[in-house]
């Protein structure tokens, strides 16, 4: 009963910040709800009963992405956004995948449920540190070293852009 | 889930506020009678015994000063960053045990707000938030001088979270946990202290760097930037920015303590369990005062050379470190730690002693 209370606010909550983000005119406030927004979804992994998840997405999207976000925006004085949209294409094709997204969501959820039985209920140790490592380090360890080579390649791919061009002017 | 349960987290949380709060406002006492005796001279001794209730008057004066907010600010965001800003600070400490569990009118009490089994992480998530605080204020005043501040401040917190996070992982891989009450009780007998001596110092430097203390106080350098993102607070929202800065030194005092320094443990502590804060709060207090030391004896780095050291020298020491730690544990031998993570750390002060060396020449 509580855990429902607290789904309702908290869905109330995430859906106003995303709004927020959406449609505000200043891109300061528009990171900042954005924030909230990771912040309540921070809280839903909680209710799951997933704390692992929660403080990582705190400490990585909330207190690190958009932290940089806030960084740019402020250096490059980009606060007032442009009236018009800038990619005239991306509006009907957000509109269609949200729909695919919906309908997906919806097949899944329903079949599902004709079919018996919803989703498994979660394991006593479930989303505690220790199972997610020896899941992470065992049985997802390929996908794991791929994406961290990735993420050095993209870090190493930053440095390169950053450097000055040998014999260019400076 | 009883109410009396929830009685004791109320109470537990009171107490926890009102000592950071009463901690924050002799921390400042603490600082400046440190400071004073450091460079010969007394200090605050007029209002009450030691001056023990200059505190009182400072508090008393802060409150009746006019508040003032610039006209082109963002009022909003402007009154939000003070208060963004403290909320960490007085949040961080719920994760920290005091002591072992006593028992009290009959009931057994655990001497810590929340036990999680992710403490650590919770620390990281939550010391990760209280950048916002700083950049919110630089950019609402509408101030060139504190917006510089607000970015010096995001891009060097950022910077040195990465060497902290790194720095908490020897006491989790030793303590094979994230709870810090297991943590603390691994360091039975030899302290993390002993175990990691190189990875305690990454943590209490990149920690200075995280509070933006001397001589990492970049973001408020009065001589450069008149003082930084809090130049146009005044009045108690001035207050709140202090007393964010003071209750984050002790709160990370305490994180240091309990990491690395053994926490609650101390002879006697297993017969008398209540020596437990009593222990917890002498490190606090002997870390305070290394704090208030090291601003008292370093000039402030530039700011190119602070983020050189972050990156260049404290990160690739901690991955180091890190490394060593996890190499010690999987052989079993123990000891390796803290011969190959000194020699690493000596190695590194060495270069670093090299290339200023080199630097110095060039120059002359």
Known sequence: MTNLVLFLVLAVVAVVTALGMLLSRNAVYAALFLVLNFATVAVFYILLEAPFIAMTQVTVYAGAIMVLFLFVIMLL??????????????????????????????????????????F??????????????????????????????????????????????????? | ?????????????????????????????????????????????????????????????????????????????????????????LILAAVIPWGRDVTLFGRQVSLSVADLNVGVLYIMAVSSIAVYGIVLAGWSSNNKYALLGGLRSSAQMISYELALGLAFVPAILLADSMRMVDIVEAQHPWWFVVIQPVGTAIFLIATLAEVNRAPFDMPEAEQELTAGYHTEYSGMKFALFFMAEYAKMIVISSIAATLFFGGYLGPGVDRY??????????????LLFGMIWLRATFPRIRYDRLMAFGWKVLLPLALAVTFITALGIVLEMLWLIPVLSLAAGLFTVAMVHRALRRKAYARA
């Open chain 1, 77 to 118: 004085g980009a606060e007032r956004l442009p009236g018009t949209e800038p990619l005239p294409w991306q509006r009907p094709l957000a509109i269609f995948l949200a729909l695919v997204l919906a309908v997906e969501a919806g097949y899944l959820l329903f079949a599902r449920r004709a079919a018996g039985g919803m």
């Open chain 1, 120 to 170: 498994a209920s979660a394991a006593p140790d479930f989303g505690s540190p220790q199972a997610i490592g020896t899941m992470l380090f065992n049985r997802y360890l390929l996908p794991f070293e791929v994406t961290s080579v990735l993420l050095l390649v993209a870090m190493v791919g930053a440095i390169v852009l950053t450097k000055k061009e040998k014999g260019g002017r400076e």
């Open chain 2, 273 to 286: 369990p209540w020596l437990g804060p009593l222990y917890l709060f002498i490190k606090i207090v002997i």
């Open chain 2, 1 to 89: 889930m009883d109410s009396a349960l929830i009685l004791e987290w109320v109470i537990k949380s009171a107490i926890l506020i009102f000592v950071l709060l009463t901690g924050f406002a002799y921390l400042t006492l603490f600082e400046r009678r440190a400071l004073a005796r450091i460079q010969v001279r007394i200090g605050p001794n007029r209002a009450g015994p030691f001056g023990l209730l200059q505190p009182v008057a400072d508090g008393l004066k802060l409150i009746f000063k006019e508040e003032l907010t610039p006209a082109e600010a963002d009022k909003v965001l402007f009154t939000l960053a003070p208060v963004v800003t403290v909320v960490p600070a």
